[in-house]
């Protein structure tokens, strides 16, 4: 069994909700290239291309768009895969856990300065979902600035964009 | 199956050797820490300390002493565990697979001021095994940086001591 950091306050942002889609559908919105694409970025920002190889390891690109067509590609890296349960993925790491080019700075994502982990742990409650959305970071200035970028509300409204993207697979 | 970065001559750094060890002890030697104190620092230098939890998001660290006694702690965390086979960490995270702390230029060795991810490869051979530790690294820089500080000859080092180790648990 994987070992998961204990969650710190201080450490990691939490976005923790229970959603009337199936545990199945969350999973499969989350590890689908063209699903992801519908919901992973707030809009008016879209998601314009994917790759998801789904195993610890394996590369999780996206290239994001704003609203006035640049473009900001990011890669990371799958830590664990369980299917239905828990997804886990870092910046600090490329494909085939490889760390990323560049100075030792640098992060996976063209966005940001500072990298995280985040650990999806999904729970079937019936036909619904309990959702929790951890990203974990090394210091407290890197979650404070995540935290000021709007976290709570740009995990909250691309969970909004998914729970209706899955109802269009259900 | 975890997903390996490709090699790449520009990238890695390689120790490949067939030793006289079965590949069951040279595990050993890699997973106990009152063992791998014994080994994994090229003599005068020592590992005075060393904490490994084995497995997927576990953390490896160790302490080295250097021959004025000065100490140097490094962690690091482990990403894959296949026993007797295939032992992956990484200095790019910390244990849970949490990022490092503080600014992200930082990395999980006081000595180094790169990343870099370990594979180690273990093929038995009747008592005997063929070693294969792949040092990855971000840009060819820090592979150039690791190279000169001598990765050959202490990691070739460092596995003359495992051997010699070894011969005293067989």
Redesign the interface.
Known sequence: ??????FDPQ?DLVLERTIDVPVHLVWKAWTTPELLKKWFTPAPWQTVDCEI?L????AFRTVMQSPDGAKFPNVGCY??VVPNQNL?W??????????????????GTATL?????V?LELTADGNRTKYVARA????AA?CQQHAAMGFAEGWGAALDQLIAVATTIA
Request: overall charge negative.
């Open positions: 069994m994987a070992s998961m950091a204990t450490l190889d195993r610890p390891g394996g830590l664990a886990v870092t910046s600090a790491l490329g494909p085939g856990y490889r760390p990323l080019p560049g100075p030792t700075e640098s992060t300065s500072f990298n995280f982990t650990s974990m970071h090394g210091d890197a």
